[in-house]
């Protein structure tokens, strides 16, 4: 089972920055307002998440870590209702199946905090020090699987892949405090503020009027957020954020979509920052096309792709649209 879980871990956690996200969306689907993420040594080193989310009861520790085990899915039926990140059940499991491990919780109701880690392929439970919520410390990632550990960058590079990371989920979550600790040192903090602040706070090039807002609803699908102005083109790609129920993609379609909304307003080829929100029932997209998760497939990919596109042209060119 460990050997399953480590093939598991090069799919779902092929580097740190994919620990970080899949650490932070169990954060996020606790309930947190208040995360601390400290990274030591490009990640490799260490990954330690604390969160004030709702917790882990001390019974249900082991279940936590243990493959295909998800607290969020009761039935088949509702894999098609998933609005929760985190649904499969394997992310703790394959995480801790390629480091060394410890899983610190204090829920509500408890009296202390106890936690869980693995030692010589079994795991140990033992009461410990936590404030109230969770703590995930992932250290020596890789140890046991040399060959996935040469695939790494440098740790200047697996750095600031996973801050990309903290970035996207701190776009989506504006009314959680992210905390970012780089080898010991405070690096970068983001406070609960409203949703604009927040985007200007992190892509300034949608700042100062260089951007306008969008909010376009048709049924129940919805499109909200910012797009940079055609003059405000920076070009660069780390400027696009386009989330799906609140899930960050990276999706051929919606790229495209976005692209040709741009393209006849656009001069020469780079495109400016953008973030974007759509919604639509979960009915109508499978968010389980890959564990990585960057990918979505749409019911209906033609309407959607259209509606985007026409959505993001009433902003830009409304004359045109
Ligand atoms: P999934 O998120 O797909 O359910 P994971 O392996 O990521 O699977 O997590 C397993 C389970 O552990 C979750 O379903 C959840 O019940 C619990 N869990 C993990 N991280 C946290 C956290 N930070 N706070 C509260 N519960 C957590
Ligand atoms: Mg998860």
């Known amino acids: 089972d460990v050997l ?13 920055a994919s620990v970080v996200k899949e650490l932070l969306e169990n954060a996020l689907d606790a309930g947190a307002t208040e995360i601390t ?13 604390q969160d004030n989310g709702r917790g882990i009861p001390r019974d249900e520790l082991t279940l936590a870590v243990t493959r295909h085990a998800t607290s969020k899915i009761q039935s088949l039926d509702e894999l098609e209702q998933v609005m929760s990140l985190g649904f499969r059940g394997e992310a703790l499991a394959s995480i801790a199946s390629v ?32 404030s109230p919520g969770t703590t995930v410390d992932v ?3 890789y140890f046991s699987t040399p060959a996935r550990r040469k695939f790494l960058k440098t740790e200047q590079t697996e750095f600031f892949n996973c801050l990309d990371v903290v970035k996207r989920m701190a776009l989506a979550n504006p009314a959680v405090s ?13 406070q609960a503020m409203p949703w604009s602040t927040r985007v200007f706070s992190i892509l300034d090039a949608l700042a100062d009027g260089q951007s306008k807002p969008i909010d376009v609803q048709a049924g ?31 999706d051929k379609l919606i790229n495209h979509a976005v692209r040709s909304a741009y393209e006849d307003v656009l001069h020469g080829d780079k495109y400016p920052a953008f973030v974007l929100f759509l919604s639509l ?3 109508e997209v499978d968010v389980n096309v890959h564990p990585a ?23 830009l060119a409304p004359s045109r649209a």
Not at 293 to 308: C, D, I, L, S, Y
């Open 220 to 250: 129940d699908m919805r499109l909200h957020g910012a797009v940079g102005l055609p003059d405000s083109a920076r070009g660069k790609g780390d400027m696009q954020f386009f989330y799906v129920n609140g899930r960050f993609v990276r």
């Open 139 to 141: 250290q020596s990632l």
């Open 99 to 130: 480091s060394q491990f410890t899983l610190t919780s204090f829920p509500d109701g408890q009296g202390c905090a106890y936690s869980i880690h693995n030692l010589s392929g079994g795991w140990h439970i033992e009461p410990s020090a936590n």
């Open 281 to 283: 029932p979960a009915s």
């Open 4 to 16: 399953i879980s480590q093939i598991a871990a090069g799919e779902v956690v092929d580097r740190p």
């Open 178 to 190: 992210w905390l970012v600790y780089r080898d010991g040192k405070l690096h970068s903090r983001h």
């Open 293 to 315: 998760k960057t990918e979505v497939r749409f019911r209906n990919a033609r309407a959607v792709h259209q509606w985007v596109r026409q959505a993001i042209e009433s902003v």
């Open 37 to 49: 993420i400290r990274i030591d040594g490009g990640g490799i080193q260490r990954i330690c998440i």
